[in-house]
């Protein structure tokens, strides 16, 4: 079962403008992580965002994560139409099996 | 260095039949971990390899398995195809096993069951 709900399943945006996806999870988790995809191919891995840590950035990415909330964002600045593609968050839980738990993704499209 | 490399990249198969898909991961990952993508149930981990060795496995049937080499390089197989075998097929690879590092993941084998 899918540990992450992923907030909007979809977003349009025009180009230049900032994208601001978000990640709801269940279970405590040892880290959480951002890939992307681009139609129905491999995953890229985004960042990794440890348990401990509350944000990180990387060029024009940057992800928040609150465990209190058990939630995390991710914000593409400055959007590009490269940038278009699905985004998932995925957890691995502190607790029994070490895999990646991957949410629903978000279909993010740039308009130029 | 090159990347996680899936074989075939498309596959189309009978109802019944078995295949066998394959993974090289990156030079020196020795840890490779397999995920199915349909649009229905999404990204969904099937079982995980580590020194040839399965350290987990997913909420699939028996009809999938899979094996680790001594050189790293995995294979999974599926037997008795199912029209719901229809998926994206994903390989990733990482240094360790326990996913603290991020994952590389191939360009994945779509497979089709008719």
């Known amino acids: 079962s899918q540990q992450g709900e992923e907030d909007p399943q979809a977003l349009s945006i025009q180009e230049g403008e900032n994208a601001t996806m978000n990640c709801s999870y269940k279970?405590?988790?040892?880290?959480l992580q951002w890939y992307r995809q681009n139609s129905g191919r491999g995953l890229v891995h985004l960042i990794l965002?440890?348990?401990?840590?509350r944000e990180k950035h990387s060029g024009r990415l940057r992800v928040t994560l609150d465990t209190s909330k058990k939630s995390s964002s991710l914000l593409i600045t400055a959007s590009r139409a490269a940038d278009t593609a699905s985004y998932f968050c995925?957890?691995?839980?502190?607790?029994?099996?070490?895999?990646?738990?991957f949410g629903q993704g978000t279909r993010l499209t740039i308009n130029p | 260095k090159a990347g996680v490399t899936q074989t075939p990249r498309y596959l189309i198969k009978t109802r019944g039949q078995q295949v066998t898909l394959s993974c090289s991961p990156i030079?020196?990952?020795?840890?490779v971990s397999w995920y199915q993508q349909t649009p229905g149930q999404g990204l969904q981990f099937l079982f995980e390899?580590?020194?040839?060795?399965?350290?987990n496995k997913g909420n699939f049937p028996g009809r999938f398995s899979g094996r680790q080499f001594s050189n790293s390089r995995s294979e999974m197989n599926v037997s008795t195809l199912e029209l719901g075998d229809s998926a994206l097929y994903l390989c990733?690879?990482?240094?360790?096993?326990?996913?603290?590092?991020?994952?590389?993941f191939g360009q994945g084998t779509r497979l089709t069951v008719v």
């Open positions: 990733a690879s990482s240094t360790m096993p326990g996913l603290n590092t991020e994952a590389f």
């Open positions: 279970t405590s988790i040892n880290n």
């Open positions: 965002i440890r348990s401990n840590e």
């Open positions: 995925a957890t691995v839980p502190r607790e029994g099996a070490q895999k990646l738990v």
């Open positions: 030079s020196g990952h020795r840890s």
């Open positions: 390899y580590f020194s040839e060795t399965q350290r």
